[in-house]
């Protein structure tokens, strides 16, 4: 995985270096960056050298000056430019496992790589932990990182994790305590695994891990139609309990699908604090609606405009709210299309995992003027479905105008779009 260029900021040094898509990084200074984290440290400075190996196979030696901090402006395709360290589990709830083969590549890496957490967020069990991450990650004195817990019981997490080095957590978790580096848990909750007594055990021991513990996130397992194992599902019941399990401890939130399956209010903004773990669904329904609540309504438009969300199964409580009172508004009619997932079955209810078939079926017979699509629906910075289809397939297939959203379930854009027929 060399250092691959995939674009260059506007306006930015790379491209007034003529640096572009397809050339590859190969040092700085003469140091070879193993990722992202190499990269913004061999930066920082005002004098470097670069060495670009472009797309033709040349290799070229570029000298610049910056300021210290400032950014070249590259995009890479990669945060990590040497071997992504895999996942050595085999996880009872893994979602890779449970996939059908035909859908992106990328969909079936497992990676456990400590520099992804720190850089962009993903879960890391820990489990392939060495000595030299920590004594790099200590150095460096990186963090926040991203834990999947799942439970502090040695024997059960190996059990879950069916790997013998998952027992360690607690001994792990304490080294981030005792080397101050903090970090956010999630746990996935399977039922009759790791919920009830077994998840007060847990919560117990995470309490016990004060300021290096930042918050705590527990998530419903996803199973799909594929999965060939049986696992249960969360239901309302084990909902209810564990939303009263968790109010109980500070940092620690359920996810708005436990609400959902709990048929309970989605909670207000204090109840997330600081929306610490949005991208593990964890208040992004909460923000959604702050969001559209932020934003002045028209009272009417000057000419008929129909728009329909389609949106996934678990924001259906938020988007009915929000086109609630967009239907207020004079000449505006708001329609609200939940996409259920036939793919990979109903228990699966996000967007991110919504198919361009699923899609077209829900919407071919809509009558709108606009079809409103979150862009967590497509592969990031591409119009290609986990299927594989583009959105002009869809288009096709449908005969809709597609809005698609630049951020996920952008209010924002959709205001914009509105109030271009208020003129």
Known sequence: MPALISGVVEGSIAEELEINEGDILLSIDGEIPRDMIDYNFLCKNELITLEIQKRSGEVEEIELEKDYDEDLGIIFESAVFDRVKPCLN????????????????TLYVKDDDYRLSYLQGTYITTTNFTDQDRERISKLHLGPFYISVHTTNPDLRVKMLRNPNAGKIMDNLNWFKENDIPFHAQIVLCPGYND???????LDDLSTLEDALLSVAIVPVGVTQFRESKLKTVDKEVALQT??????????????????????????????GNFSQLDDGVGSLRCLMDDFDTFNLPERLNKSLTICFACSVAAKTAFEYIGEKLNKVSNLKCIINPVKSTYWGENITVAGLITSEDLINSIKDVKADYIIVPSIMLKPYSD?????????????????????TRENYSVCEVIELINKYVQ
């Open 90 to 105: 085999n996880c009872i709830f893994c979602f890779v496992s449970q996939q059908p083969k035909g859908l992106r590549d």
């Open 196 to 202: 009830g007594d077994e998840l007060k055990r847990t």
């Open 384 to 404: 290609l479905f986990l299927d594989g289809q583009t959105l002009d397939y869809v288009i096709e297939k449908t005969g809709q105008n597609l809005f698609v």
């Open 243 to 272: 939303i009263k399990i968790a109010s109980k401890y500070k940092k620690v939130c359920c996810s708005d699908e436990f609400f959902l399956l709990a048929e309970k209010e989605i909670p207000g903004a204090e109840y997330y």
